[in-house]
């Protein structure tokens, strides 16, 4: 798969001299505003290991936000890609189309829930994604009002900051933001005020009453939900939510829209999250994991809303980009060979025992929850008024860093640690890389 070996090598401090003289450039020329979780500049990764321009293997719990779900260099998806570029790079497929955007539009109506005709528009981004997603929905139906769930993350462009919950980062000072966005409960079990066990129904009851009261569901173009909350802190709709909004939105022709673009693409353990509960979505947007870490985003849906859209409604020069296309193709029969829902699964096998166990441990730990590999940690000052931590989040997160693990934190509090390790990550290094969490909390 790859010649790197797989193992932890730590033979500098964390960032070594390298990274801090690349940092020091960076500053110099790359805008404040863009982020990164470590100062640590990558020279090579690969199953899951990330190498340093020090020459640090890291251990990867990331995978670049749920994107190398593959790995970050799968042999179909550099083959097919490699292939692509000596071809052709791009004609535009608003221009002159070719095979790949088809073939890929083709395994979306194969892969996403439900066996209806569907079709597929291609984007760069997720951001792209949601956006025409609600184009598609406001085409469709003639209406305007978009619902949103509290603690959603829909992206980062003027649109989907309307769509996002959480003010800091992602919305402070960036208004004004899109008109028609309404934002409803969430069914978050661990914080639902009656308990997790009616969680799912009353919230959902709470949802249907606010859109019917405030907006009138014959308003209402699409209701957009996560099935299982990425960047709002890995919450699993309480049972039974996800269907209730379902039905709602056919009984009043409301268009169900699925941002499966950090649970997609068999991170949960399914090839799409809102399987679990059955769920069949009227448009589902995907991206992240869809093309083993080459830019491609997709809405894919129902032909007939889709095609409300009007000729020349949808598109964008770089949209469903022919090596990226091939990235994607690789990818996906990646996922089939290896059967990467199975090893969803089994990474969720190894590690959420261990994780509860940590939980038994340390008063710290409120909450344990996920699906397949895309597990999380929230962390809270006491157990009974579940006041967020984000502090020793951010403490275990530095420590974590410096031994070499990569983790991400999340969360609408910021006191949630997510776990999204490439899904061919070989067993040991995940074992290696809880050892060294639980090693943090033991020092925290
Ligand atoms: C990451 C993400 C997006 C935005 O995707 P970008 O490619 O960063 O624009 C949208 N929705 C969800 C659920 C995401 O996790």
Redo the contacts with the bound molecule.
Sequence with gaps: MTALPQERRVVTAIPGPKSQELQARRTAVVAAGVNSVMPVFAARAGGGIIEDVDGNRLIDFGAG??VTSVGVSAEAVVRRATAQLADFTHTCFMVTPYEGYVEVAERLAELTPGDHPKKSVLF???????ENAVKIARSYTKRQAVVVLDH??????NL?MALTAKNMPYKDGFGPFAPEVYRVPVAYPYRWPTGPENCGPEAAAQAIDEITKQIGPENVAAIIV?PL???GGFIEPGKGFLPALRDFATQHGIVFVA?????GFCRTGRWFACEDEGIVPDLI?T??GIAGGL?L?AVTGRAEIVDAAHSGGLGGTYGGNPVACAGALGAIETMKELDLPARARRIEEVMKPRLTALQEKYDVIGDVRGRGAMLAIELVKDRTTKEPAPEATTALAKACHAAGLVVLTTGTYGNVMRFLPPLVIPENLLNEGLDILEQAFAEL
């Design positions: 936000i749920a760069n981004s997720g951001a792209e994604a949601v959603a993350f829909h992206g980062r462009t989907t996560e909350l990425g960047e941002d499966e673009i950090q649970s947007t991206a992240k830019p985003a």
